[in-house]
């Protein structure tokens, strides 16, 4: 079998955890006390890593000057650069300001190269859900009865109404025509009629009030 040698001491060395200054301060030691150890003195190797070590050292430390020097002008440089910004940003304003100001149409503020402010458009909630249904019948005759949606008085409010027969509903709705508040509702007098309604308010519309249950005169 062939046989090796087994070496029980090992440096302590993480260079993954080691910081600039740490590997100025091993390559000072090394420096100042490898020439004295026997292990300098009768090994070349040795001898030859440790002055390449200590030019290593001194070009890592020129290179850190340098950083140091490039951080310095950057900080400078970016304080300049802010400074500038907000230089522009405030003679921007400023021509805004004068454009708006002197403009009569849309068309005056792109000849002069800004883009003109266009409001976003207002997006509107549904109208709150009426607050329910009277009923009137006529004083004579059957068959008959008018329903009218909740609504405060002078108001132009818009309604949809719809109706569901008794026996099947209120679950199936037809709607009624008109946009009004009113519908007017003719059957066989006892005919049972649900009715609810839901205010409208351009293209957009409420959730239907609670249904009311009409027996015709």
Known sequence: MGS???HPFRVELNRGLLTDPERHEIATNVAQMAPTSALYAGSPSIQASVASLAKKDAALAQS???VVNDRQKLKSDIEVETAARADY???LHTLS???GNGAK???DIAAVGLKPYVPPPVTKGAPPVPTGIDIKYPVKGHGKATTFVQAPTGAHWQFVVQW???PYGPT???TLVG???SRTLTGASGTKIWVRAARVRGEVQSDFCTPVLITLP
Do not use: F, I, Q, V
Request: net charge negative; charged share 15%.
């Open 64 to 66: 850190n000057t340098t």
């Open 89 to 91: 940003d405030t003679e």
């Open 179 to 181: 946009t009004g508040k």
């Open 105 to 107: 149409t849309t068309a």
């Open 97 to 99: 300001t004068l454009t």
């Open 4 to 6: 090796y040698l087994y």
């Open 172 to 174: 199936t709705w037809t």
């Open 164 to 166: 569901s027969p008794d």
